[in-house]
């Protein structure tokens, strides 16, 4: 659906981006990250078709956005950090507006009023602009994104200065359009990231340092993999048998949290997922797994690690 291909762009001698590569298949919801000043805005105005690149392709849709920007754009429906609303106008006035400005070819009223009961804003659709919350005109904003259907939505920042109840509503709102549409999602705000995205990408000083989900992310950067397990089963035999399993570094007993078991905590090498032996050695000897957890780094652990690093992790 998105195909970014060696996308260069420079202002003089500094590179805003460079040379960075992705793909998004149909149906993904993507989360981009980056520091501040990491080329992300650059890399979304480039899809967008808002700036040309000095060098690479951007494939929207099947559609060279550098080549034929019009008929890409058609595919695009963008949400900026601050929505393009015109405050004197009703909302009304102004869906209109944006279907005759994207030439829309849907029937105007159903077109409309379908996008309206979507967002969920039938109520203030007679109502000013400059008259409506925060809230409400970031669902005006997600509206015109969607008038003409368009497969895939760019949205830099959707929450930003929303109260927590409205940030809910937005990230529901977010949800529901992803199973219809591509989505790519701008935003300082890793929980955001965590909860709507099937898939993180994050750049940094202009290069994409890190593409993959947000638990092989974890796994990947983490470097050593602690565990937690509860096993029904003898303390000293269980403790034994894990510490013998290849890859083990560390095995040791946690304490009784449910009767006849034994909680572990084990420590792995690095990059070694010791899940499936441990598993296969815990059927074999007959002891039963209650549970097992990860005790991996938090999502904001992981992105101020590849940060500081500088290093790529992908997605194999």
Same mark, same amino acid.
Request: overall charge neutral; hydrophobic content about 40%; aromatic content about 6%.
């Given at each position: 659906m998105?195909?970014?291909?060696?996308i260069v762009?420079?202002?003089?001698?500094?590179?805003?981006?460079?040379?960075v590569?992705?793909t998004?298949?149909?149906?993904? =919801?993507v989360?981009?990250?980056g520091?501040?000043?990491? !080329? $992300?805005?650059?890399t #979304?105005?480039?899809l @967008?078709?808002? *700036?040309?690149a000095?060098?690479?392709?951007?494939?929207?849709d099947?559609?060279?956005?550098l080549?034929?920007?019009?008929?890409?754009?058609?595919?695009?429906?963008f949400?900026?950090e601050?929505p393009p609303?015109?405050m004197d106008?009703?909302?009304?006035?102004?869906?209109?507006?944006?279907?005759?400005l994207?030439?829309?070819?849907?029937?105007?009223?159903?077109h409309?009023?379908e996008?309206?009961?979507l967002?969920?804003?039938?109520?203030?659709?007679?109502r000013m602009?400059?008259?409506?919350?925060k809230?409400?005109?970031?669902r005006?904003?997600?509206?015109?994104?969607?008038?003409?259907?368009p497969?895939?939505?760019?949205?830099?920042?959707?929450?930003?200065?929303?109260d927590?109840?409205q940030? =809910?509503?937005?990230?529901?709102?977010?949800?529901?359009? !992803? $199973?219809k549409?591509? #989505?790519i999602?701008? @935003?300082?705000? *890793?929980?955001e990231v965590?909860s709507?995205c099937?898939?993180?990408i994050v750049i940094n000083?202009g290069?994409l340092?890190?593409d993959?989900?947000?638990?092989s992310?974890?796994y990947?950067?983490?470097?050593?993999?602690?565990l937690v397990?509860?096993?029904a089963g003898g303390?000293a035999e269980v403790?034994?048998?894990i510490?013998a399993?290849?890859?083990?570094l560390?095995?040791?007993?946690?304490?009784?949290?449910?009767?006849g078991t034994?909680?572990f905590?084990i420590?792995?090498?690095?990059?070694?997922?010791?899940?499936?032996?441990?598993f296969?050695?815990?059927?074999?000897?007959?002891?039963v797994?209650?549970?097992?957890k990860s005790?991996?780094m938090?999502l904001?652990?992981?992105?101020?690690?590849? =940060?500081?690093?500088?290093?790529?992790?992908?997605?194999?």
């Amino acid at each position: 659906m998105i195909e970014v291909k060696n996308i260069v762009k420079k202002y003089g001698d500094k590179y805003a981006v460079n040379d960075v590569s992705f793909t998004i298949n149909a149906g993904e =919801i993507v989360g981009f990250l980056g520091p501040n000043g990491a !080329g $992300k805005s650059t890399t #979304m105005n480039i899809l @967008t078709g808002y *700036l040309s690149a000095n060098s690479g392709t951007a494939i929207i849709d099947g559609t060279d956005i550098l080549e034929n920007p019009t008929a890409a754009k058609r595919r695009i429906g963008f949400l900026p950090e601050q929505p393009p609303l015109y405050m004197d106008m009703t909302v009304k006035e102004y869906l209109n507006f944006v279907y005759d400005l994207k030439k829309c070819k849907f029937a105007r009223k159903e077109h409309l009023e379908e996008i309206c009961e979507l967002i969920k804003i039938q109520d203030v659709y007679g109502r000013m602009i400059k008259n409506l919350s925060k809230g409400y005109r970031q669902r005006v904003g997600f509206a015109q994104a969607l008038v003409g259907n368009p497969p895939v939505l760019i949205l830099d920042e959707p929450t930003v200065g929303l109260d927590p109840r409205q940030i =809910i509503e937005i990230r529901s709102l977010i949800r529901r359009l !992803g $199973k219809k549409h591509t #989505m790519i999602l701008s @935003t300082h705000i *890793l929980q955001e990231v965590q909860s709507v995205c099937d898939r993180i990408i994050v750049i940094n000083k202009g290069q994409l340092i890190a593409d993959g989900t947000a638990d092989s992310l974890t796994y990947k950067t983490a470097g050593n993999r602690k565990l937690v397990a509860r096993i029904a089963g003898g303390k000293a035999e269980v403790k034994k048998a894990i510490r013998a399993l290849d890859g083990v570094l560390f095995a040791d007993e946690m304490g009784q949290k449910e009767p006849g078991t034994c909680d572990f905590l084990i420590e792995s090498q690095p990059s070694v997922d010791i899940r499936k032996p441990f598993f296969r050695m815990l059927a074999e000897r007959g002891w039963v797994l209650m549970g097992l957890k990860s005790m991996d780094m938090s999502l904001e652990d992981v992105f101020v690690n590849l =940060i500081a690093n500088e290093g790529g992790v992908e997605e194999e």
